[in-house]
């Protein structure tokens, strides 16, 4: 069975500070793993994804995400936060073994940016 | 060069009706996925449908709910005399290889 945990519910930064999303996941097999945003009453966006290589990914919108694999980390990072990045980011997992291809999603972060 | 679309974008019935939602993924996408999200809440997985088979219905939170899927492309997923606590958004996704989700702008389902 696959799993994310986001364990904050939500995450105020000041306008300007670094910002970190915490996710951590657990698979049987190599991961592929993703974050989304959605911003308020609009639908799900990709930010970004780790399928290989480089650990540090970048994505959208100046976000980038280090896979740690010891640590079963995404952590979801951006140097310099923007009130308009307020949100809510989803992190998800994918087994890479197999044909099966759920994702599962965890149950997301607020992050509000604060001017 | 169409995305995903849902219809309709905003459904109201009454306890005990039947709704049905309709998802229309991108063209050439083998995988969809429906999730269902509650006020401020995450996503909840539904229905996983592989072309037009179904191999993970594990999320269907009851028997009044059941989805298909047909030509590998359009899906409907149906909900069953209807109760309050179906109230939510009804998201779709498609994906063409198990890879980057693309989602729809979802169904909001008010039951009264």
């Known amino acids: 069975?696959?799993?994310?945990?986001?364990?904050?519910d939500q995450v105020n930064v000041a306008e300007g500070n670094p910002l970190t999303v915490k996710c951590t996941y657990s698979v049987s097999g190599?991961?592929?793993?993703?974050w989304y945003v959605q911003y308020p009453n609009r639908g799900l966006q990709f930010l970004l994804k780790y399928i290989t290589g480089d650990n540090l990914v970048k994505g959208s919108y100046g976000f980038e995400a280090e896979f740690n694999k010891s640590q079963t980390s995404f952590h979801l990072k951006k140097p310099s936060a923007l009130v308009s990045d307020s949100a809510l980011y989803f992190c998800a997992v994918r087994d890479s073994a197999g044909g099966y291809q759920k994702v599962t999603f965890g149950t997301g972060t607020k992050l509000q940016v604060i001017p | 060069?169409?995305?995903?679309s849902q219809s309709p974008s905003n459904k109201v019935t009454e306890k005990g009706k039947d709704v049905e939602l309709r998802c229309d993924p991108i063209s050439g996408h083998t995988a969809l996925y429906w999730y269902r999200q509650s006020l401020g809440q995450g996503?909840?997985?539904?229905?996983?449908f592989q072309g037009n088979s179904a191999p993970d219905k594990s999320g269907l939170p009851s028997d009044r709910f059941s989805a298909e899927r047909t030509g590998g492309s359009v899906s409907t997923l149906t909900i069953q005399r209807t109760q309050q606590e179906d109230s939510a958004v009804y998201l779709c996704a498609s994906t063409k290889?198990?890879?980057t989700q693309y989602f729809g702008p979802g169904t909001r389902l008010t039951v009264l």
């Open chain 2, 43 to 48: 996503l909840e997985f539904l229905i996983y």
């Open chain 1, 30 to 34: 190599n991961p592929y793993l993703f």
């Open chain 1, 1 to 8: 069975a696959q799993s994310v945990a986001q364990p904050e």
């Open chain 2, 1 to 4: 060069g169409a995305g995903v």
């Open chain 2, 97 to 99: 290889g198990g890879d």
